[in-house]
């Protein structure tokens, strides 16, 4: 079992940063591959970025991809997600989830594992 806990949401303008963070335990933490993903209100649940268990290799959704960046310190059992020049449409509740296998590239049905989920809001 992983338990997965997401912080650092909130409110910010277009064009601002968020960095939410991701505390993970139960499990040790170098062992999986871990996902940022997220959903806005009646869509379904996307995928944002993925992470290799060392971190070595990692992987980007076209909308973020030169915006987000996705790191862990396996140190720490945590997950981050720096999120800059931040825009209307990347308003959704953001989830972090694990995943066996490792790879940054796990498709949504490859995670096991999911956080309760955190909201972010960009207003205009």
């Known amino acids: 079992q992983v338990q997965l806990v997401e912080s650092g949401g909130g409110l910010v303008q277009t064009g601002g940063s968020l960095r939410l963070s991701c505390a993970a335990s139960?499990?040790?933490?170098?062992?999986?591959?871990m996902g940022w993903f997220r959903q806005a209100p009646g869509k379904e649940r996307n995928f944002v970025a993925g992470?290799?268990?060392?971190?070595?290799?990692?992987n980007y959704a076209n909308s973020v991809k030169g915006r987000f960046t996705i790191s862990r310190d396996n140190a720490k059992n945590t997950l981050f997600l720096q999120m800059n020049s931040l825009k209307p449409e990347d308003t959704a509740v953001y989830y972090c989830?694990?995943?066996?296998?490792?790879?940054?590239?796990?498709?949504?049905?490859?995670?096991?594992?999911w956080g309760q989920g955190t909201q972010v809001t960009v207003s205009s």
């Open positions: 139960g499990r040790t933490f170098s062992s999986i591959g």
């Open positions: 992470i290799s268990r060392s971190g070595g290799s990692t």
């Open positions: 989830a694990a995943t066996l296998y490792n790879s940054a590239s796990v498709p949504i049905t490859g995670y096991t594992y």
